[in-house]
């Protein structure tokens, strides 16, 4: 069973937008920290974003803040990311994935992974 299934990618010209969203068959998902990551084609896997559980704290890379917004339904045990005024340089597969605890750090240890979904902006 996939524990984070991501959704929502697809091809998108520059300047446009994208809405991914993740689904984590978690206990207790209030407890996990929830982020995005990405890794570009020949590039390693670069944290993107991460919102605390409870309190809803988040974090971002500086390469996407003021364009990218995450935030999560816990009823609906979903993270979402938002991604607004996108760039080629977007190019990627993301991936969301989950630590628990309280810990947006871009270096945090997540255990749990989703498979991917390509995110492609053409330019």
């Known amino acids: 069973q996939e524990l984070l299934v991501e959704s929502g990618g697809g091809l998108v010209q520059a300047g446009g937008s994208l809405r991914l969203s993740c689904g984590a068959s978690l206990r207790s998902i209030g407890s996990f920290t929830l982020g995005w990551f990405r890794r570009a084609p020949g590039k390693e896997r670069e944290f993107v974003a991460a919102?605390?559980?409870?309190?809803?704290?988040?974090n971002y890379a500086d390469s996407v803040k003021g364009r990218f917004t995450i935030s999560r339904d816990n009823n609906k045990s979903t993270v979402y990311l938002q991604m607004d005024s996108l760039k080629p340089e977007d190019t990627a597969v993301y991936y969301c994935?989950?630590?628990?605890?309280?810990?947006?750090?871009?270096?945090?240890?997540?255990?749990?992974w989703g498979q991917g979904t390509q995110v492609t902006v053409s330019s």
């Open positions: 919102i605390t559980g409870g309190a809803h704290t988040t």
């Open positions: 994935a989950a630590t628990y605890g309280p810990d947006l750090s871009p270096t945090a240890k997540y255990p749990y």
